[in-house]
Structures are given as structure tokens and as C-alpha cells.
């Protein structure tokens, strides 16, 4: 207990709260279909935690429900459908900062560009984690520190304006992921699509993912109406050559790429995060 103490108390010092200052917004109410979003994301990404986390005991005739399992056992596995946690652990062990685009072209969409990251925030949150958000558009400014809990009835929604230069907020993303003692680090980028100063900021993001970051670029945005086009064979060549080439300048280099249309699908965004992390554990 002492030693879990000491840890959280370096993790939680002054070296991990923002250099950056805090951005002005306004707390706007979440509607009823963000807020169903917030907890499929959270009921998605708990798997995550639960199967990295050494404290819990698997397979066993009574605990609690591993639903995965459930659905596809066996009569023989009846008694391997339950999971336990054992005491002493904090659960804290994701930490997370989501960056999200306020340029000039989310004017259209900001709503639900901030919407979005109350629905990552607070899906987190729900399952013990730590979540720091920032801005950006041609600055960088802070929107929610990691101590401070999203209101479950209300997000912060900032204003757009001026270009797109995420580094600033990269930084401290790269800083506080990099200084965490959280056993999963994650990086959210919800965003638009092309950046100012782009080497730059895709080898921050190449380096955080180097260091065993997950890192997820969530893109407001449809890349793929084309395909519902009437086209010559020669145009949706074309077009394809567009996408791809697209594709690749918005991933910006992530491990993760989706495309958001609302806000339900921020879920699969955290289905990618879990489907990857068991592969890797095979």
C-alpha cells in the first residue's frame, strides 16, 4: 500500500500538470445520444484495462461475467465463464490525453469535435482512468486537466478559429504519456484532416507510438462518398488514388485511423484499441 501510495503521488506532482495555459469555454449540455456513446465507449475500452491488468484472475467457476466468453462457451466451460480482481490494485492504469482540432475548418462541425472528446473523456473516466485534453488550432491551450472529471451533463465547447498547427499540444501530449507510470498510454487526435508544420508533429507521433503508445487519429470526415458516385472505370481510379493518398496524409502516421460521422462511432474507435493490444499479447 505504501509503495502504490509513493508511485501515485510522484505520477500526480507538479511535472505532470500542463505548461500550457487553459483555453476559455462555455459548458454546453450533452444530449442523449452522445452521452449512450460515452458508455459504449467505456464498456469497449474496459476490456483493455481488464486483460492488462495482472490483478484480475481469469477462468474461474464464479465472479464476474466475461460476457466474450459467455456467448461462445462450450457445457464443458461452464465453470471458466466468471473473472476475479484481487485487492491492491489502484486501477488507474490508463492515462490518455485526447488533442482536438478548433482551426478555422471545424467551424462547421466543432460541436462535435468537443463532443467527441467529452465522450473519450468521460468514457475513460468511468473506468478509473486519467484523461487530459487540449486544443489546437494556430496555439495550443488546455481544455480539461487530467484531475479535473468531465460533468456527466455538460461539455466544454471552445470556439473555432485561425490554422492548424497541433506541435504545442504534442508536446505535452509526448510529456505526459512519457512520464506516466500508467500500464496504458494513449493518445486520441480528433481532427479534420491536413496540418501546418506536419514532419514535425508526425514524428512526435511516431515517436510516442515507437515507445508503446497507442496512438488514434479519430477524422470528422468522409473520405469515402465517392465510392457511392456514378463513375467511369477511369474516374474511380482516379478517385481511389485521391483516397489513398488522402488516407495517408490524415493518418499523420497514427497506429489507429477511423472515420467519425457521429458520435457512436468513437466506439469502434475503442474496439481497434482493444483488438490490437490482445494480438499483441498472443
Not at 486537466?145 to 455538460?154: F, L, P, R, S, Y
Not at 498547427?165 to 491536413?194: M, Q
Not at 467511369?232 to 502516421?253: C, D, I, T, V
Amino acid at each position: 500500500h505504501d509503495t502504490r501510495a509513493i508511485t501515485k503521488a510522484i505520477s500526480d506532482n507538479d511535472t505532470s500538470r500542463s505548461a500550457l495555459r487553459k483555453a476559455t469555454y462555455q459548458n454546453l449540455p450533452i444530449n442523449g445520444k452522445v452521452l449512450y456513446s460515452a458508455k459504449g465507449f467505456a464498456t469497449a475500452l474496459e476490456r483493455l484495462r481488464v486483460d492488462n491488468d495482472p490483478m484480475w484472475e481469469r477462468e474461474l467457476p464464479s465472479g464476474r461475467l466475461n460476457v466474450g466468453r459467455a456467448m461462445n462457451y462450450d457445457i464443458n466451460d461452464i465453470n471458466t465463464l466468471f473473472d476475479q480482481w484481487n485487492e491492491g490494485n489502484d486501477a488507474n492504469d490508463i492515462e490518455a490525453v485526447i488533442c482536438v482540432d478548433t482551426s478555422g475548418s471545424m467551424s462547421w462541425q466543432i460541436a462535435q469535435t468537443l463532443e467527441s472528446a467529452w465522450v473519450i473523456k468521460r468514457g475513460i473516466e468511468t473506468i478509473n482512468g486519467r484523461v487530459a485534453v487540449y486544443k489546437f488550432n494556430h496555439d495550443s491551450r488546455l481544455v480539461y486537466g487530467a484531475d479535473e472529471k468531465a460533468v456527466a451533463t455538460q461539455y466544454r465547447y471552445v470556439n473555432s478559429s485561425g490554422g492548424t498547427n497541433p506541435y504545442k499540444a504534442l508536446v505535452e501530449a509526448e510529456r505526459i504519456l512519457e512520464t506516466s507510470t500508467r500500464a496504458i498510454k494513449i493518445l486520441f487526435i480528433v481532427t479534420d484532416g491536413a496540418w501546418d508544420n506536419s514532419e514535425r508533429c508526425n514524428a512526435i507521433i511516431k515517436r510516442m507510438t515507437a515507445n508503446n503508445v497507442l496512438t488514434s487519429v479519430c477524422f470528422l470526415g468522409d473520405l469515402e462518398r465517392w465510392r457511392t458516385f456514378e463513375l467511369s472505370a477511369e474516374e474511380r481510379e482516379q478517385y481511389f488514388a485521391w483516397y489513398q493518398e488522402n488516407l495517408k496524409e490524415y493518418r499523420h502516421g497514427a497506429q489507429f485511423f477511423r472515420q467519425i460521422k457521429e458520435p457512436k462511432d468513437l466506439v469502434a474507435v475503442a474496439s481497434d484499441l482493444v483488438k490490437a493490444r490482445m494480438a499483441r499479447r498472443k
